[in-house]
């Protein structure tokens, strides 16, 4: 892998930290690769599955990502910043920190992951949704969402209630984070 690059039909096994900067990946699959880092900022990422990675930091700011699947493995730092989703599939997936900073997320399912800190500060988020998923921490400061179903993320705790604005909650999420929701919506709460 090389920084633009054009990788077509290409089935990665083994990479050492390797530097995809502003490449085009299309109908590949990233198999079983172990990195420290793997930097895949600015690129074009079509048709590509992603399958049992060990990475510590995936850098894919600002790239664009078209029908791509992140099926198990995992990853430190999932670095998707500015970057742009759209008909993307997360399975089984273990992320320590996945941020999806100002990026622009649409058709997106997350199901069966783990994720220790989900960190969306102004991100887009259109027709997302989360399937038997855990989160410790979430951020949806400054988010703006339409179709956002978070019945399926068990969250520990959010940094902002008011920023779930537009999104799905179930009733139990709800009430587990009541005094939080009255806090955000201004209500005073005292015994």
Aim: charge should be negative; include cysteine; glycine fraction near 8%.
């Amino acid at each position: 892998m090389r920084p633009h690059g054009l990788f077509e039909g290409v089935e990665f096994a083994t990479l050492e930290d390797a530097d995809g900067t502003s490449s085009t990946v299309r109908e590949s699959v990233l198999r079983g690769v172990s990195c420290d880092t793997l930097v895949l900022k600015f690129a074009d990422i079509t048709d590509v599955e992603f399958r049992d990675l060990r990475v510590a930091s995936l850098q894919l700011r600002g790239a664009h990502l078209g029908r791509v699947r992140f099926v198990g493995g995992r990853i430190g730092t999932l670095d998707l910043t500015e970057a742009g989703l759209d008909a993307v599939v997360f399975d089984g997936v273990r992320i320590d920190y996945l941020t999806l900073g100002r990026a622009s997320v649409r058709d997106v399912d997350v199901r069966y992951c783990r994720i220790d800190t989900l960190d969306m500060p102004v991100a887009k988020l259109n027709r997302v949704r989360f399937v038997e998923s855990t989160a410790g921490e979430l951020d949806p400061r400054v988010s703006t969402a339409q179709h956002v179903d978070l019945r399926g993320l068990d969250f520990a705790r959010v940094t902002d209630m008011a920023a779930l604005r537009g999104m799905t909650i179930s009733v139990e999420q709800a009430q587990n984070a009541a005094v939080a929701l009255a806090t955000a919506a201004g209500i005073r709460v005292a015994e």
